[in-house]
């Protein structure tokens, strides 16, 4: 691919979980000073008003069955908008680097010739947790922690994605992006032997106001999302640090 020489340049900015207060200060300031700023779905309403109200703004979010753009027009349009301005900001929920995408859209990029700077942020899978009061680690029960998405169905998951290594080796499972394919995922966890009274919590909307947990074991955790009605987006943590809850 030939190399184009580019005005401006696109960083990829992790918003972290929805508080507001969780953002970096870094990503703060070039939202403040961003030209266009491309934003996900679940990007809380507060980070969105520290955009620069001169700014363009896209939202490209993604949902389950709902897409606003798909992930080669979200690029393309990165591409084209570095072409006229300076500062582009791709605004990603957590962290760009864990489960979003981030990684791909950097490679395009750079393949486009494109410059790139990558902002962390605060993933999910370790804020909605502390926010519920449950520590992932603890050096008297836990001293591993996994996280694997929950995204893909049961016989569709990527080689590495090995449910009966995950159930060996780590003592603290956090999934991402799990909720709906939750039956298979515990179904594997029990194949691979956990006991089917393990503690699990589910964390929707993790460190904002609207934050709501639902806590149980591997055997009833299911049918407690039946009972309730619990929907995603939401974090699932499992093993025996979901005690310290209470």
Same mark, same amino acid.
């Given at each position: ?6 005005? =401006? ?8 979980? +929805?508080?507001?207060?969780?953002? &970096? ?16 779905? %679940? ?11 001169? !700014?363009?703004?896209?939202?490209? +979010?993604?949902?389950?069955?709902? *897409? ?52 962390? =942020? ?15 680690? *603890? ?6 922690? &996994?996280?694997?998405?929950? *995204?893909?169905? &049961? ?13 060996? +080796? ?7 992006? +799990?909720?709906?394919?939750? *039956? ?7 194949? !691979? =032997? ?23 074991? %591997? ?28």
């Amino acid at each position: 691919m030939n190399q184009l020489k580019f005005v =401006g340049k696109v960083y990829l900015v992790g918003a972290g979980p +929805g508080d507001p207060g969780l953002i &970096t200060l870094k990503g703060k300031v070039l939202l403040e000073q961003a030209d266009v700023v491309i934003y996900d779905a %679940l990007v809380s309403a507060p980070i969105l008003t520290m955009i620069n109200p001169n !700014a363009e703004k896209i939202n490209a +979010g993604k949902r389950r069955g709902r *897409h606003s753009l798909q992930q080669t027009q979200t690029t393309q349009l990165l591409i084209e908008k570095a072409k006229t301005h300076a500062i582009v900001v791709r605004l990603k929920g957590g962290d760009p680097f864990v489960f979003g995408r981030g990684g791909e859209e950097m490679e395009d990029l750079m393949q486009a010739g494109v410059p790139v700077e990558v902002i962390p =942020g605060v993933t999910s899978g370790i804020a909605a947790p502390a926010y519920a009061g449950i520590p992932l680690t *603890h050096r008297n029960y836990s001293s591993s922690v &996994t996280f694997v998405t929950g *995204h893909e169905a &049961t016989g569709k998951y990527r080689p590495e994605v090995n449910w009966q290594a995950i159930a060996d +080796g780590s003592e603290t499972i956090v999934i991402y992006m +799990g909720v709906h394919n939750l *039956h298979n995922i515990i179904k594997e966890l029990i194949i !691979a =032997g956990c006991s089917p009274e393990k503690p699990i919590a589910l964390i929707q909307w993790g460190t904002r106001p609207e934050q709501k947990e639902l806590i149980g074991t %591997l055997e009833n955790i299911v049918e407690q999302i039946e009972a309730t009605g619990f929907e995603a987006p939401a974090i699932a943590v499992i093993g025996n640090v979901v005690n310290f809850r209470e």
